[in-house]
């Protein structure tokens, strides 16, 4: 279970403040952020999808306007940041189609969200958000360009170049989870919908378990065999993980394999746009820095990376692990809040 933040007081926070608000499948996540990135309230709500998104951008003020009433410090907070899954309409400010809550598409969330809080609201696709709170204060501090890739149920992405968010013509940029590594007509297709060849379809927590899956049914033996024939949640990233830990070679296959792809998506990533500064986010990290199979991830995407680019890019170029966790997507969103209440 996901850890709520550590809470810096108001009586040690610097104004003004910023509301952030993550909305997901599941969850949605509310943080009051002061000037400088410390979180100085925070609520997870459920999201209830079948409800609807008007019943719950109702509660999100709700929950908001309590905050607000027992700090007494309305006056300082100068703009809200909303970031959601997409697609999105970023001129609009609305969400189009996202897979994930079917029951909110072609919803004016921006203008609805802004309209309840009397406040400008800054509207970013949700990887992007978590994209930018890295930026802000997590790996990519001090980096004016940096590209963040959230390993997840899917691949998202965030681009950053020269300090500012390649949101794109069509609200399409920096989704580096459908750039093609596999052109070839039999390439995997993802497992939740994606595009055929693409490369959540082979770097993603899904891609991860329809590969395991399959090579079990082919086979295989592995300290995972029990789980193939049970139901859907048993088989997951997190058990090719533990697996792994245990020395299975089946899991170890299956991850370093992932790093392989993910290094080849990188480096097509960095010969556009050139980052140098690369962070892997989202829940499959297989342990993230501090653990061996971590460690051996993160090495085999750098060697890939490294076959295949120039050296003098090679050198610039620097990958490692998102800090910010689950909280990148909220202090991302109150982040290009204050980006944008600083630069209007």
């Known amino acids: 279970m996901a850890q709520n933040p550590d809470l810096t007081a108001i009586s040690d926070a610097k104004a003004p403040y ?13 943080g009051l952020v002061d000037d400088v990135g410390n979180t100085l309230a925070f609520e997870s709500l459920p999201t209830r999808e079948s409800e609807g998104a008007t019943a719950a951008m109702q509660r999100v003020a709700a929950v908001i306007n309590d905050f607000e009433e027992q700090f007494d410090i309305s006056d300082q907070i100068r703009r809200v940041g909303l970031g959601a899954p997409g697609p999105i309409d970023l001129p ?39 994209a930018f709170g890295e930026h802000w204060i997590g790996t990519g501090k001090g980096a ?54 693409q490369l959540e379809a082979y770097a993603s927590a899904s891609a991860v378990v329809q590969r395991t899956r399959r090579l079990l049914t082919d086979g295989r033996t592995s300290l995972m065999s029990g789980h193939l024939h049970g139901n859907d949640t048993e088989l997951t990233a ?32 960095v010969h556009t746009v050139d980052p140098g500064t690369i962070v892997l986010g989202g829940a499959m990290n297989f342990g993230g820095a501090d653990c061996p199979i971590g460690q051996r ?48």
């Open 144 to 197: 004016a360009s940096m590209l963040l890739l959230t390993l997840g149920t899917g691949v998202g992405a965030g681009i950053i170049l020269e300090d500012r968010m390649v949101n794109g013509v069509n609200s399409f940029g920096s989704e580096c989870g459908h750039i093609l590594v596999d052109p070839s007509p039999t390439a995997r297709l993802c497992a939740w919908g994606g595009g055929r060849g």
């Open 18 to 30: 910023y509301w952030g608000i993550d909305v997901g499948g599941t969850g949605i996540k509310i």
């Open 92 to 130: 609009r400010g609305y969400l189009v189609a996202p897979p994930q809550l079917p029951s909110w598409w072609d919803f004016p969330i921006r203008d609805f969200v802004s309209k309840m809080l009397e406040r400008p609201v800054s509207f970013l696709n949700d990887a992007n958000a978590a």
């Open 238 to 269: 997190k058990r090719v993980y533990e697996a792994a830990l245990e020395s299975d070679e089946l899991a170890l296959e299956i991850i370093d394999e992932t790093a392989k792809w993910l290094g080849i998506g990188i480096t097509s990533i």
């Open 297 to 344: 991830f993160l090495q085999r995407v750098t060697n890939e990376f490294k076959q295949r680019t120039f050296e003098n890019v090679f050198n610039g170029t620097t990958i490692g692990f998102a800090t910010l966790g689950a909280d990148a997507g909220y202090l991302g969103a109150a982040g290009y809040a204050r980006n944008e209440s600083h630069t209007n």
